[in-house]
């Protein structure tokens, strides 16, 4: 079996040992922009992307648009510092966290997006 490979989006670089301490096992890049994430996804296998809701010259939103017109279809967990929860009615969201994010739940809404992908 395959490890799953999921693309981090945050211009912080400590979100990527999150990531990696809440999926062991897991291939995990991560980037800092819209742009770099759209470049990701066009030249690597991605399951599942975790991405910081403000990014850096664009939004997640942005990023969301961008990977549906290109044809990426991509399960997406949002993450942001901001105190109240988020809802997002993208299809692509499957969650969305507030920051500090808990590393069980992160864990849970990953393996559940890349189970539901890889038996789409």
């Given at each position: 079996?395959?490890?799953?490979?999921?693309?981090?989006?945050?211009?912080?670089?400590?979100?990527?040992?999150?990531?990696?301490?809440?999926?062991?096992?897991?291939?995990?890049?991560?980037?800092?922009?819209?742009?770099?994430?759209?470049?990701?996804?066009?030249?690597?296998?991605?399951?599942?992307?975790v991405s910081e809701r403000l990014l850096p010259g664009a939004?997640?939103?942005?990023?969301?648009?961008?990977?549906?017109?290109?044809?990426?279809?991509?399960?997406?967990?949002?993450?942001?510092?901001?105190?109240?929860?988020?809802?997002?009615?993208?299809?692509?969201?499957?969650?969305?966290?507030?920051?500090?994010?808990?590393?069980?739940?992160?864990?849970?809404?990953?393996?559940?997006?890349?189970?539901?992908?890889?038996?789409?």
């Open positions: 079996m395959r490890a799953h490979c999921v693309l981090v989006v945050d211009p912080d670089p400590g979100s990527l040992d999150v990531v990696r301490h809440a999926l062991p096992g897991t291939d995990v890049h991560r980037v800092d922009s819209v742009y770099e994430a759209l470049a990701h996804v066009a030249g690597h296998r991605v399951d599942a992307l939004s997640a939103d942005q990023l969301l648009q961008r990977l549906e017109h290109a044809g990426y279809h991509v399960p997406v967990i949002l993450c942001s510092h901001r105190r109240t929860p988020m809802e997002h009615h993208h299809p692509f969201v499957v969650a969305a966290f507030t920051k500090p994010v808990d590393v069980d739940a992160l864990r849970a809404a990953v393996l559940a997006a890349t189970a539901t992908a890889a038996s789409a």
